[in-house]
Nanobody, 127 residues
Framework: QVRLVESGGGLVQAGDSLRLSCSAT????????MGWFRQAPGKEREFVAL????????YYADSVEGRFTISRDKGEDTIHLFIDSLKPEDTAVYYC????????????????????WGQGTRVTVSS
């Protein structure tokens, strides 16, 4: 059974930093890209970041470029999202996800590209 488990969320203050983690189990995902989405209250789920299967390529939403860093543990199906200089508008539930198609990063900002999703970890940023 495939499971994606996120961790690291919480209540933080604006300007703080945070690291989210996601561990995937139940199958070998070494040839699949992994990413993060987020969903703020009352809004649709939006793409945040993607990292390729070997970690050599990263893609970011324009809104987070420069403040968010996605990484992948070498040889592991575990990814992290480091968030710097948190803003109140970063408040959301953050979801880990795995791209359906092996060896592909096409359409990485489309939720339909992803096969598996975690339950999410909540990040709340107070001003």
């Amino acid at each position: 059974q495939v499971r994606l488990v996120e961790s690291g969320g919480g209540l933080v203050q604006a300007g703080d930093s945070l690291r989210l983690s996601c561990s995937a189990t139940g199958r070998d995902f070494s040839t699949q890209a992994m990413g993060w989405f987020r969903q703020a209250p009352g809004k649709e789920r939006e793409f945040v970041a993607l990292i390729s299967w070997r970690g050599g390529r990263q893609y970011y939403a324009d809104s987070v470029e420069g403040r968010f860093t996605i990484s992948r543990d070498k040889g592991e199906d575990t990814i992290h999202l480091f968030i710097d200089s948190l803003k109140p508008e970063d408040t959301a539930v953050y979801y880990c996800s795995i791209v359906r198609r092996p060896l592909s990063t096409a359409n990485y900002d489309d939720p339909n590209t992803y096969e598996y999703w975690g339950q999410g970890t909540r990040v709340t940023v107070s001003s």
